[in-house]
């Protein structure tokens, strides 16, 4: 593709048109070529995200066996099976469409209309139909509807934000630039989908649709792959892991319940379905969902809002958090700091009003030398070129008087400066304001304590390069006084006196640097990747503590890295600045290469990419584009950098809550499975019905465990490295828990059951003794190494109306008709509901016994959210 601001206007021309295009010639290129307009991302279709939710190996297993109880004429039980699997997808379902916004798309963001040149003089045609060739008018407010090379200016002025990130808006030029300049320095260029500012202006096409620079972006979202989160990679795992256990079991129980036992088909049939109701958890993704969409919730409370439910854990397991600066970090308020005239710095106070009345006419320049604010204004403008907004609220502030100017040159990137001429006591002043490395070359001399003094250029110089260290950026202020019939013109600019230096800098928000703190203390590591200027953002990074903040790598050194350059800059490097998108998308792509969970912040157009690509795609809600929420997993309602961390906070409590849930779901699924199993073994009945199996597994886990999820985050959370990615949902001391609490629960099963002989009373005891059993084991499990007694239980009120719900649902089991007609139960008497009640408070204590022995062997306070945690010490 041809850098065309290299190129000048003629060779321009003979690469595209020399002459204006004729509908002949538009016709014959669209035929050819297609139309100016993005190619549309092909959406999935709702039902496919709904049957998406079936595709799990475990759902599965449980539709083969509906399909079996319908074979075999158990339509109920068959139906209720099935009920469950549609139920979970449902939820799924509900959940994922509540969390996701509808959002605009990249293509509302172009021009629908655009003004050419034409045989006929100007006319007005749909953007669409443009071609490379056209030559394009453009006036205030316009969308710039194609790529163009501009052609002439006339102070003309083009917001740029969407896809540069920087928020003042470019001043264009026409002559050609030389060597390889980044997409925000390409003067000469207006790009499709920003929008004109002031001015007016003409350009020539020289790319349309997909080829613009905002089409790029649009294609490369489209070939970034869904990411899968690292918590559904960890619960697929743990799905084929009890998948291809219950395959073992169900063909060795097959082959010894018939050749050994010789029993009939129907009944293997029977107890294999009853085993894979059993021992599946088929409750679980209905839990793990209602936990996320707890957590969705706490965290719109938060002022953060989650377009998927996983993305809540992903949150906690972030390792790095690629940030803009502008309005996340920082204030995105350009503030006056620092003035140094009469030979002295002054520190500008907002708080008590610091004024320059020891230096009037530098603010007199600060005032009136600027574009934003017009003479008859009453108050102070509150949009407009950020650098003169700092300006002006001071000096309004301090009452500087305004003073009409006869003319003005404006800013223009080739001089910069820009200067103002205002009559004053019957003379001709001229007013400057620059880049100092400008304007301090253009003095002879300085205006100290109202006298005219020689020039130090070396002392100013030293004053500049103090600011600019602090990351501040530094104009300069100076004057002239000429002939009342002397016109303003560039040639003027020199002998001038020097008066004063401003430094301005868009502060670091206090909230982010507690935030950053929080996040190194958590072994997040921080990394600031922004458009602004590297000295700039060193400073800024300093102040808020990101580490390295004395090294900075720029989008034009980057592009001159080999790859393995490339992986040891990202490994090593926290400050990337003058970037592009690509350069966004491939730190994102290099970071997550070597395994790091990625979160990505941004605002405009030009981050789309990156944010998909990451693992956690962070858009900001107030002032970011709706292509950049669209392309993000989560949007800040705040544009706060502190929300990011609270958001880190509450993935890794969800985390938690999820691993205690899995501890408290499977001991449970286990000792339903080896009832079963030691049944058909000993060749006796089987124990428990297909519907009382799922009593247990929908009705009691679930009533239980989900209070789990809102269980209070560790007060050691944020103390914590992140999680090891490779670490199994299931670890090896969650394993051992889940077998011998799964052990416990199958012996005491079977003695208490075998303490009777009615079958009705055998299973409703049975049923009481596991549902109890459960209800103590979740208290144990709300501290998985600590005492339970060491977490207040008022502390979790869903655990106590769980609690309450359960014991009211385990009467209506035992007592209440139609119920017992369902799940073939039958009333206990006191001291038979005693005896079934009695094994759970013999687990309760034996598992509190295992955790103190456990820390004991460890000598160590372990924390309670995991035994494989790593803390920083």
């Not at 609220?393 to 009409?404: A, C, L, M, Q």
């Not at 205690?660 to 009832?675: D, E, H, R, S």
């Not at 204590?845 to 955790?851: D, Q, W």
Request: glycine share 6%; with cysteine; charged share 20%.
């Amino acid at each position: 593709m041809k850098q065309w601001h290299n190129l000048d206007i003629d060779k321009v021309q003979s690469a595209t048109s020399e002459t204006l295009v004729t509908n002949e010639v538009r016709k014959a290129y669209q035929e050819k070529h297609g139309k100016n307009k993005l190619q549309a991302s092909e959406k999935t279709p709702e039902w496919k995200k709904f049957l998406s939710y079936f595709h799990d190996a475990l759902m599965y297993v449980l539709i083969g066996a509906a399909v079996l109880k319908f074979m075999t004429g158990s339509l109920i039980e068959g139906a209720i099976v099935l009920l469950v699997v549609v139920l979970n997808a449902m939820i799924g379902y509900y959940q994922e469409r509540k969390a996701d916004d509808s959002l605009s798309s990249i293509s509302k963001l172009l021009s629908s209309k655009a003004t050419i040149e034409s045989e006929n003089g100007r006319l007005s045609i749909d953007a669409e139909d443009l071609i490379p060739g056209d030559r394009v008018y453009l006036a205030p407010g316009d969308i710039i509807p194609a790529d163009l090379r501009m052609e002439t200016v006339n102070e003309l002025k083009i917001d740029e934000s969407i896809l540069t990130g920087e928020p003042d808006a470019v001043v264009k030029t026409t002559a050609h630039l030389e060597g390889q300049i980044a997409l925000a320095e390409r003067t000469n260029m207006a790009y499709s989908g920003t929008q004109v500012q002031s001015g007016t202006g003409k350009g020539i096409v020289v790319e349309i649709g997909s080829d613009t620079e905002i089409g790029k972006i649009n294609a490369s979202l489209a070939t970034i792959e869904v990411k899968e989160t690292p918590l559904l990679k960890k619960v697929n795992e743990m799905n084929h892991a009890i998948f291809k256990g219950i395959g073992v079991f169900i063909f060795l129980l097959g082959l010894i319940s018939y050749f050994i036992y010789g029993m009939s088909p129907m009944y293997i049939v029977s107890a294999i379905i009853a085993l894979i109701v059993s021992s599946i958890p088929e409750g679980l993704p209905s839990i793990l969902t209602i936990i996320l969409s707890s957590g969705v919730k706490n965290m719109s409370d938060q002022n953060a809002i989650v377009k998927g439910l996983p993305t809540v854990e992903t949150l906690g397991s972030m390792t790095v958090i690629c940030s803009d600066k502008t309005g996340t970090l920082t204030k995105n308020d350009m503030t006056l700091t620092n003035v140094f005239s009469n030979n002295q710095v002054t520190v500008i106070d907002h708080e008590d009003q610091t004024d320059l009345s020891n230096n009037e006419l530098l603010a007199q320049i600060m005032q009136n030398c600027q574009e934003t604010q017009s003479f008859d204004d009453r108050h102070c403008p509150v949009t407009g070129n950020a650098t003169e907004l700092a300006l002006l609220r001071w000096t309004n502030r301090i009452g500087t008087p305004r003073i009409k100017s006869l003319e003005t040159l404006p800013f223009d990137s080739k001089y910069k400066y820009m200067a103002t001429s205002h009559l004053i006591n019957g003379k001709k002043r001229i007013f400057v304001k620059g880049a100092p490395d400008i304007v301090l070359n253009k003095a002879t001399a300085a205006h100290i304590d109202g006298q005219i003094a020689e020039f130090d250029h070396a002392q100013w110089e030293k004053i500049n390069l103090a600011f600019a260290s602090e990351g501040q950026r530094v104009i300069a202020f100076a004057y002239k006084d000429i002939d009342t019939t002397t016109e303003l013109t560039h040639e003027e600019m020199d002998e001038l006196v020097i008066i004063g230096l401003a430094g301005i800098i868009d502060p670091a928000k206090e909230s982010a640097i507690e935030a950053v703190a929080d996040c190194k203390k958590a072994g997040v590591r921080v990394v600031m990747i922004t458009g602004d200027h590297p000295t700039t953002a060193k400073a800024i990074a300093k102040k808020l503590g990101i580490d390295h903040s004395e090294r900075a790598i720029t989008g034009t050194e980057l592009d001159r890295l080999s790859t393995d350059e490339w992986q040891t800059v990202v490994k090593n490097t926290n400050i990337f600045a003058r970037t592009t998108p690509e350069h966004k998308l491939m730190i994102v792509t290099y970071l997550q290469e070597q395994g790091e969970i990625v979160g990505m912040t941004g605002d405009g157009v030009n981050d789309a990419p990156a944010l998909r690509k990451a693992d956690v795609g962070i858009a900001m809600g107030i002032k970011g584009s709706d292509v950049s929420k669209q392309a993000a997993d989560m949007i800040l309602i705040d544009d706060n950098f502190e929300t990011i961390a609270k958001a880190i906070k509450e993935g890794r409590r969800i985390f938690d809550n999820l691993k205690k849930t899995i501890l408290f779901y499977l001991p449970t699924c286990l000792a339903q499975g080896l009832l079963l199993i030691v049944s058909m073994l000993g060749n006796l009945p089987l124990p428990l019905s297909t519907v009382q199996i799922l009593w247990l597994n929908l009705v009691a886990s679930i009533t239980l465990s989900y209070a789990l999820g809102f269980e209070p985050a560790h007060k050691m959370i944020m103390n914590r490295a992140p999680r090891d990615m490779k670490e199994k949902i299931i670890s090896n001391y969650t394993l051992f828990r889940i077998v011998y609490v799964g052990l416990l629960l199958t012996f005491f099963g079977f003695l208490t059951m075998n303490a009777f002989s009615d079958e009705a009373v055998r299973q409703t005891v049975l049923i009481n003794a596991i549902v109890f059993g459960q209800a103590f084991y979740m208290i144990n499990c709300r501290e998985i190494t600590d005492s339970a007694f060491s977490n207040k239980i008022k502390q979790n009120k869903a655990l106590i109306y769980s609690l309450l719900v359960m014991a009211i649902l385990q009467l209506g089991m035992v007592y209440f008709s139609p119920l017992q007609s369902i799940l073939q139960t039958t009333s206990l008497t006191v001291s038979e509901l005693l005896i079934s009640v009695l094994p759970a408070t013999l687990l309760f204590l034996l598992v509190e016994s295992e955790k103190h022995v456990t820390r004991v062997i460890l000598k160590e306070n372990v924390p309670a959210y995991s035994m494989d945690t790593k803390v920083e010490k």
